[in-house]
């Protein structure tokens, strides 16, 4: 009788064991639904950090500028220089010395021969960025798919062309010389820039930051 019994249960038992066909197939839904969607929020989240830190990057850059300006910082025993950024939305110069929508440099000029305060390129296909041959002192590739999306002056957005951002010693505050080609004068009287940069994507997923420099030295990310 009691074998009987033991032998009931054992069957009992054995029929609760495992999943249904039904509950596997959700089990497996479920799982490959979270997948997705993290795999999709990690590459959104991934973008937003690389054009946080290109903005961050651009922004320090220009104060870096402002600091070696006041602080007189010396090339070559030479202390009488202004020292400024050279941007530029150029997508044909990539990793020359002319700047474009891939690359940003600073550059330093002397404080008494500056008619304008703007950074000189000549053009050179051979150039080398610190090399003392070139106003070029530091050159920043934007190795990302990130890119300098744009240019506004006193807030009115810039098809093409370029922006040097100046600071001459004693005073932290900025000029500014925007040139619609490198040929071209430079505008005057301007009171603020910004520099808008893009993570490089398309329709929704795109994103864009904003650094803002005014002629008082004030530099803000938006």
């Given at each position: 009788?009691?074998?009987?019994?033991?032998?009931?249960?054992?069957?009992?038992?054995?029929?609760?064991?495992?999943?249904?066909?039904?509950e596997l197939i959700?089990?497996?839904?479920?799982?490959?639904?979270?997948?997705?969607?993290?795999?999709?929020?990690?590459?959104?989240?991934?973008?937003?950090?690389?054009?946080?830190?290109?903005?961050?990057?651009?922004?320090?850059?220009?104060?870096?500028?402002?600091?070696?300006?006041?602080?007189?910082?010396?090339?070559?025993?030479?202390?009488?220089?202004?020292?400024?950024?050279?941007?530029?939305?150029?997508?044909?110069?990539?990793?020359?010395?002319?700047?474009?929508?891939?690359?940003?440099?600073?550059?330093?000029?002397?404080?008494?021969?500056?008619?304008?305060?703007?950074?000189?390129?000549?053009?050179?296909?051979?150039?080398?960025c610190n090399d003392?041959?070139?106003?070029?002192?530091?050159?920043?590739?934007?190795?990302?798919?990130?890119?300098?999306?744009?240019?506004?002056?006193?807030?009115?957005?810039?098809?093409?062309?370029?922006?040097?951002?100046?600071?001459?010693?004693?005073?932290?505050?900025?000029?500014?010389?925007?040139?619609?080609?490198?040929?071209?004068?430079?505008?005057?009287?301007?009171?603020?820039?910004?520099?808008?940069?893009?993570?490089?994507?398309?329709?929704?997923?795109?994103?864009?930051?904003?650094?803002?420099?005014?002629?008082?030295?004030?530099?803000?990310?938006?």
């Amino acid at each position: 009788m009691y074998k009987k019994s033991y032998i009931k249960i054992i069957k009992n038992l054995s029929f609760k064991k495992g999943f249904t066909l039904i509950e596997l197939i959700v089990v497996i839904s479920i799982f490959m639904i979270i997948t997705s969607v993290a795999i999709f929020n990690y590459g959104s989240f991934n973008s937003t950090v690389s054009l946080q830190n290109l903005t961050d990057d651009i922004a320090l850059s220009i104060r870096k500028a402002q600091g070696f300006a006041i602080g007189a910082r010396g090339i070559k025993e030479n202390f009488n220089n202004s020292y400024g950024m050279h941007f530029s939305m150029d997508t044909n110069q990539t990793g020359s010395l002319s700047g474009s929508n891939k690359s940003f440099l600073m550059f330093s000029i002397p404080i008494l021969s500056a008619v304008e305060k703007r950074y000189l390129d000549d053009g050179g296909a051979n150039e080398v960025c610190n090399d003392g041959s070139n106003e070029c002192i530091e050159l920043f590739n934007i190795n990302t798919v990130d890119e300098i999306k744009g240019i506004s002056v006193d807030g009115y957005p810039k098809t093409s062309g370029s922006i040097d951002i100046v600071f001459t010693r004693p005073d932290p505050k900025a000029s500014f010389c925007y040139r619609a080609s490198p040929s071209s004068d430079c505008s005057s009287n301007i009171s603020s820039v910004d520099i808008v940069v893009s993570n490089g994507q398309t329709a929704e997923q795109n994103r864009t930051k904003t650094i803002t420099v005014q002629n008082t030295g004030q530099i803000s990310i938006q």
